[in-house]
């Protein structure tokens, strides 16, 4: 069974840092790309930082609003994915979800996590 969960949420203030953590089991988590995404009250899921497996090579990207503010990074020795959260803002407020996929041999599997709520507040 397929399990991601994510964990460090939680209230900030405006200027703050988080530092967020999504553990996996149940699969060879090395093989698989992770991202974070996040969803707001009323908007829709977006991506806001991946990294590749490592396989060909490890590179990360970032939605342009958290560029320079967020840092992506695994630890494939423990199945663990994080995202490091500077310079809060309060537009970054919303739950955070963890997703792992892959496509191999033509067949693609994607997981998600339960999400851990952020909120940046005074």
């Known amino acids: 069974q397929v399990q991601l969960v994510e964990s460090g949420g939680g209230l900030v203030q405006p200027g703050g840092s988080l530092r967020l953590s999504c553990a996996a089991s149940?699969?060879?988590?090395?093989?698989?790309?992770m991202a974070w995404y996040r969803q707001a009250p009323g908007k829709q899921r977006e991506l806001v930082a991946a990294?590749?497996?490592?396989?060909?090579?490890?590179?990360?990207n970032y939605t342009d609003s958290v560029k320079g503010r967020f840092t992506i990074s695994r630890d494939n020795a423990k199945n663990t994915v994080y995202l490091q959260m500077n310079s809060l803002k309060p537009e970054d407020t919303a739950v955070y979800y963890c997703?792992?996929?892959?496509?191999?041999?033509?067949?693609?599997?994607?997981?998600w996590g339960q999400g851990t709520q952020v909120t940046v507040s005074s």
């Open positions: 997703n792992a996929d892959r496509s191999l041999f033509g067949r693609r599997s994607t997981y």
């Open positions: 149940g699969i060879i988590f090395s093989s698989y790309a």
């Open positions: 990294i590749t497996s490592g396989i060909s090579g490890m590179s990360t």
